[in-house]
């Protein structure tokens, strides 16, 4: 079954990642000549920290956490106000919660999709034409295509979404702020913190992420009337910022001009999306294109997460591998877990916010009421007060549905034959079962959990055998008697890996160890310690994807990473402090 995307930054690669997991066949449209990066940090939290364990990412977002220690606060002239820990502000679970550049977030989404989903950049949908078996699309390229279904997660300002739903005016509730972020030179000597400067009616935001060479940039202005005359004009934009900023003082003149020179400036208003509905006919609208809650909440990105596991979940169970479900019915379910509730609650304002940029402009006649509460919603925190808070809602986990979830519920079985010679041929096929994590019932009658994306894998490989000269025969089957049995043998299978990774991970610590023992501490050292380190990472990641029952010994390994990843980092301060620069 044929989907397509249009939209490549958080909410779009996320819904095409469990698409594709799920056996359909999925195409990714982006205006864009290519991935766009830059971007404001932005948080995971909560319900999005576990899907992105779902998804097998959490490591190597981990790894790009930006571990923000410190924010400063400056007065007008530069002069320090106060020095807070990031938590004070954002509130949150300090030890859990994830905080990485937008665009390597993006960046690691369409790495991990990539291989399964087919990317078109530097185009985008023209028009959509439905009928009661799909929908023609035809595309800016003027390429025409026929789909069962489209997703629109282009964003604040989808024009997918204006497709179906006309013009954004009605939807968009302004709250009274325009922003600029781009990155640029960290000129500042700032690592691993922020550093807020504002006067009435504007601020700077600086944050050093890591110890990277450059920072991002921000400038907020406040302004009564939504810009969009600007959207058409690239300069009006930085001129509107711009401007605003005139004879200010600290470090504001170099910020404003390497906003004006930024080659990857994102200019926005601060702007929430409210739809009537989420879905029209063939249409689903997902992440900002949604319900985008403004980048005051920090949540933007978390919700296009969760929304997108939803999504995808509802499109599974309704049409499983095959078809033949009824796309409004996944539709409603999706919005129905994913919606905010009707009750209302209090005013999403911009007085929230107020500690990081003060003097909030003049309510504007748009803000409204926002309308959310989940039980996953009490679970996210004001970044003020720390109290809940909930721009839109955000399922729990235990409440979201889908079929990757639900996965016993059948085998899929390949019984095949191969030649005996030559040998590598049946090595070749233990290999790859091993590599999806089959295992086999007895000589060559090899089981996984029936999914979609085993069905997909079992069936090429099956294809494969049969052009070794072999025979293979796919079966789905359920068990009738025995089935612990069949359970057992896949959980040990599970365990194992963990545990050879638990060693492999002794191993690596004796390795650095090694390194303290011959006083190795050089850039060449470290840099081989990392290679291995990563390999222990993405080899986790693996066998958490294959782990669809949860087996013993997880939690094992995850301590046996953690572990090895704090050796690294202390490995890692030593080597930059025995070696000299330049090496
Ligand atoms: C480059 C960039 C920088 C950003 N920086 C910030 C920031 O600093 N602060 C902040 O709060 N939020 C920022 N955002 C928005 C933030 O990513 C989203 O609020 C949030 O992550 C939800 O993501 P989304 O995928 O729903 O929407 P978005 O991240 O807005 O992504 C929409 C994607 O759709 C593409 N697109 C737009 N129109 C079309 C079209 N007609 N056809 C095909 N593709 C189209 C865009 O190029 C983009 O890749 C940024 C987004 C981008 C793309």
């Known amino acids: 079954m044929k989907i397509l995307i249009s939209g490549a930054s958080i909410a779009g690669p996320a819904v095409a990642y469990w698409l594709e997991q799920y056996g359909f066949d999925v195409t990714v449209v982006e205006r864009a000549g290519q991935l766009r990066g830059g971007g404001y940090p932005i948080d995971i939290r909560a319900t999005a920290l576990e899907v992105v364990k779902r998804m097998g990412i959490h490591s190597q977002l981990r790894r790009a956490h930006i ?82 279904l489209v997703v629109a997660a282009d964003g604040v300002h989808s024009s997918t979404r204006a497709l179906k739903f006309g013009s954004e005016e009605p939807f968009h509730r302004y709250l009274g702020y325009c922003f600029a972020g781009f990155t640029m030179p960290n000129d500042f000597g700032l690592s ?10 504007r601020g700077v935001a600086l944050y050093a992420v890591q110890d990277r060479p450059e920072l991002f940039g921000f400038l907020c202005v406040t302004r009564d009337e939504p810009p969009f005359e600007a959207f058409r004009h690239p300069q009006a934009q930085r001129d509107l910022v711009a401007e605003r900023f005139d004879g200010d003082g600290w470090k504001v003149p170099q910020v404003v001009e390497a906003m004006r020179t930024a080659d990857d400036l994102f200019f926005d208003m601060v702007t929430q999306i409210r739809m009537p509905g989420w879905s029209s006919g063939r249409l689903a609208l997902a992440g900002d294109a949604a319900h ?19 999504l995808a979940g509802e499109l ?56 959310s509460r989940s039980r996953a919603c009490r679970r996210m925190r004001s970044r003020r007060t720390g109290r809940s808070i909930c721009p839109t809602t955000l399922p729990d986990v235990s409440e979201i549905r889908a079929t990757g979830d639900r996965s016993a519920t059948g085998w899929l079985v390949l019984v095949y034959r191969v030649p005996s010679e030559p040998t590598r041929l049946r090595a070749t096929v233990w290999r790859r ?25 079992l069936r090429k490989l099956q294809r494969e055998i049969v052009g070794m000269d072999g025979t293979g025969i796919l079966l789905e089957s359920s068990a009738l008697a025995g089935e612990q049995s069949v359970l057992d043998i896949f959980q040990a299978a599970r365990s194992d890996e963990y545990e050879e990774i638990v060693d492999r991970c002794e191993g690596f610590l004796a390795e650095v160890g090694k390194e303290y023992t011959k006083n190795h501490f050089t850039y060449a050292e470290l840099e081989e310690n990392e290679v291995d380190y990563t390999k222990l990472v993405n080899w986790l990641d693996k066998v958490k994807a294959r782990d669809q029952f949860g087996a013993p010994g997880r939690a094992e390994a995850d301590a046996a990473l ?15 402090a025995e070696e000299p620069e330049g090496h």
């Open 292 to 310: 985008a809650p403004s980048f005051l909440t920090g949540q933007g990105s978390s919700l296009a997460l969760v929304g997108a596991y939803v």
């Open 562 to 576: 953690a572990k090895c990843e704090q050796v690294l980092e202390e490995y890692a301060a030593r080597v930059y």
């Open 433 to 457: 079962l091993k590599a999806l994590g089959a295992v086999y019932l007895q000589n060559s009658v090899a089981t996984l959990p029936r999914t979609p994306a085993n069905e997909r894998a």
């Open 316 to 371: 599974a169970a309704e049409f499983g591998a095959g078809g033949g479900g009824d796309h409004r019915a996944a539709f409603e379910r999706y919005e129905a877990l994913a919606r905010p509730s009707p009750r209302p609650t209090r005013i999403w304002s911009a007085r929230e916010w107020r500690i990081w940029f003060r003097a909030p402009p003049r309510r504007s006649p748009h803000a409204t009421r926002c309308s």
């Open 67 to 148: 571990d923000t220690r410190a924010l400063s606060f400056l007065a007008p002239d530069g002069g320090l106000v106060a020095l807070l820990r990031p938590h004070a502000v954002a509130g949150g679970d300090e030890a859990e919660d994830l905080e990485v550049p937008r665009g390597d977030l993006a960046r690691v989404l369409y790495d991990v999709t990539k291989d399964g989903v087919e990317y078109r950049f530097n185009d985008s949908i023209a028009a959509l034409d439905e009928d009661a078996d799909g929908i023609d699309v035809r595309f800016a390229s003027g390429r025409v295509e026929r789909f069962a």
């Open 192 to 201: 691993h913190e922020g550093v807020v400067w504002n006067e009435p009616g």
